[in-house]
């Protein structure tokens, strides 16, 4: 049975960074029992050029929707990571009648009337229980530094590098970190998984599962991976696609 899956990336990347989930999802099943669609937010991957300066969350959520109708695909499972999940919200509340399945990897999403800034906070990863935290100071640690803790825990040297070298050429708009019009009530129109990443650096696994709650997502699935599992363990990640789009196809 053909599946149709769109893939949307989290911030500071690109549709780039899904390659060798969808290779290994392909080896899975087969190059012809999924249509595959990689997604650009504005600023990012194949729009990186785009000026973005005047464009909000909402108008993302809206280009996003126009480009995966543009590609004639329909019941969809949506698969996005990180930031990815904000705007699948929105893309959810405003069309859910384009999808079959969300499948949230390592997503999330602020409490209404908070800004993601908020969200995160200024201070370390448990200080503050109302606020997600960093892994490392930000005031006295390196930005380099950082990312690679952040995003690069579980890779090898040559990964590592590789990666470094694409991260932080994307760029959602800026006015997409300030959205704070944030409604979950109609969350779970759509069926949805949510991935939760256990080695994860970013978004500790006590505040995925938060998450997964805000999403209204009716099945979590642990992976032992940080959180670019879609280059650390891709095997792994397309085999929890494969399940769940099964899953919503039965």
């Known amino acids: 049975m053909t599946m149709n899956i769109a893939f949307l990336h ?4 690109g549709s780039w960074v899904w390659g060798d989930t969808i290779e290994a999802l392909q080896a899975q099943r087969g190059r012809d029992v999924a249509n595959v669609l990689k997604l650009d937010v504005p600023g990012c991957g194949s729009k ?4 973005t300066d005047d464009l909000t969350l909402e108008d993302v959520a809206h280009e996003l929707i126009q480009d995966i ?6 019941d969809v499972v949506l ?44 201070g370390l990863q448990g200080d503050n229980p109302e606020e997600v935290g960093w892994p490392m100071d ?7 530094q950082r990312y690679e803790t952040m995003f690069c825990n579980d890779m090898g040297q040559s990964a590592k590098t590789e990666f470094l070298s694409e991260l932080g050429s994307d760029h959602w708009p800026l006015a997409t970190y300030a959205f704070t019009d944030w409604n979950y009530h109609s969350l779970d129109v759509v069926p949805s998984t949510f991935v939760l990443c256990l080695r994860d650096k970013i978004l500790p696994a ?9 999403f209204r997502t009716e099945r979590t699935v642990m992976i032992d991976a940080g959180h670019q599992v879609m280059n650390t363990r891709p095997h792994g990640l397309a085999e929890v696609i494969r399940i769940e789009a099964d899953r919503s196809a039965i």
């Open 10 to 13: 989290g911030g500071g990347q």
């Open 48 to 51: 990186r050029r785009r000026s």
């Open 69 to 74: 109708e543009a590609s004639g695909l329909k």
């Open 79 to 122: 698969v996005g990571h990180s930031q990815a999940g904000q705007a699948m919200a929105l893309m959810m509340t405003r069309h859910p009648q384009l999808f079959q399945r969300f499948i949230y990897v390592s997503c999330s999403i602020p409490l209404p009337g908070q800004s993601v800034q908020q969200m995160i906070g200024q």
């Open 138 to 144: 930000p005031a006295t640690t390196p930005i380099e």
């Open 206 to 214: 006590g505040w995925q599962h938060v998450f997964a709650e805000r």
